[in-house]
């Protein structure tokens, strides 16, 4: 006779009853381990098959009521179960990674538009009050012609004073933010992507800790927004999202971010408010 056992989770086998007793001694499984023969209407526990019973010395008369088939336990579950039917195992592991959830829960690349957002806002804002003008191409000229026609233009004093100005401002701007944090939980950027920041509780930050985190995001985050720290410090701080799921500042100041999925509607809005910067950081009024 042939015996089925449920190990880890996974039909395995078939098995001789002599292979049973020794993954029994070997403790692979116990005697709780569900298992099936052809003869057996369910699945039921290794020590209360009939067929098995010498293996624990049990009486032949023992007729035991099969219990139900065990539940996949929840956390074990892919998280769109039905639209899963069907699906390869290696994919739905692939969903059930650790990392895909990090990602999923802490979704950084949107944090990253959100701080991208409110970038834009302070350096069109900076843009427009400076004598600095963008040069738009001419009807018939080349990309080489109009990057060099640009080039010129940022070697003038005015580009400077702009280059200046926006430094400052950035400045301005982290304490600005950190107001805003503490008042309304949120930013213009964070608002347009339905993100917030709050304290462990759920609860408004206070404006001490919103200046530190502000603070921090300056220094570690966006480098001072200077090449080549602000790469360096984003890909930081991706890396310790998708590890931790939290950055850094988060993580010592006990807050949180609040980012709920992106519907199709606040999507539309965000292309649009960026395609809106765009045209506002290249024409002036």
Request: hydrophobic share 50%.
């Amino acid at each position: 006779m042939e015996f089925y056992l449920s190990i880890g989770g996974t039909k395995k086998g078939p098995y001789s009853i002599f292979k049973v007793g020794d993954l029994l001694e070997s403790g692979e499984i116990t005697p709780e381990t569900l298992a099936w023969h052809r003869e057996l209407a369910g699945w039921i526990p290794v020590r209360d098959v009939p067929a098995l019973e010498v293996v624990f010395g049990r009486d032949q008369d023992r007729k035991p009521e099969p219990p139900p088939l065990p539940v996949p336990e929840p956390e074990l579950a892919p998280p769109h179960a039905k639209e899963l039917a069907g699906v390869p195992l290696p994919a739905i592991e692939a969903i059930n990674s650790p990392l895909v959830r990090i990602l999923d829960q802490s979704r950084p690349f949107v944090r990253f538009w959100a701080r991208m957002f409110d970038y834009m806002v302070v350096s069109v804002i900076v843009f427009q009050f400076s004598d600095v003008s963008i040069p738009q191409q001419i009807p018939g000229e080349g990309f080489a012609e109009l990057f060099t026609r640009y080039l010129a233009e940022m070697q003038k004093p005015e580009a400077l004073v702009l280059a200046r100005t926006l430094f400052f401002a950035l400045i301005g701007w982290h304490l600005i933010e950190a107001v805003l944090i503490h008042l309304f939980a949120t930013t213009p950027g964070k608002a347009l992507f339905g993100l917030a920041v709050k304290t462990a509780a759920g609860e408004k930050v206070p404006m001490l800790p919103s200046l530190g985190r502000s603070f921090y995001v300056y220094v570690m985050g966006v480098g001072f927004y200077q090449f080549p720290f602000i790469v360096i410090g984003m890909v930081f701080s991706f890396f310790r999202m998708t590890s931790t799921g939290k950055c850094l500042w988060d993580q010592q100041l006990k807050l949180q971010v609040e980012n709920p999925p992106l519907g199709t509607v606040r999507i539309v809005l965000a292309i649009c408010a960026f395609f809106a910067l765009f045209l506002l950081q290249s024409v002036k009024f």
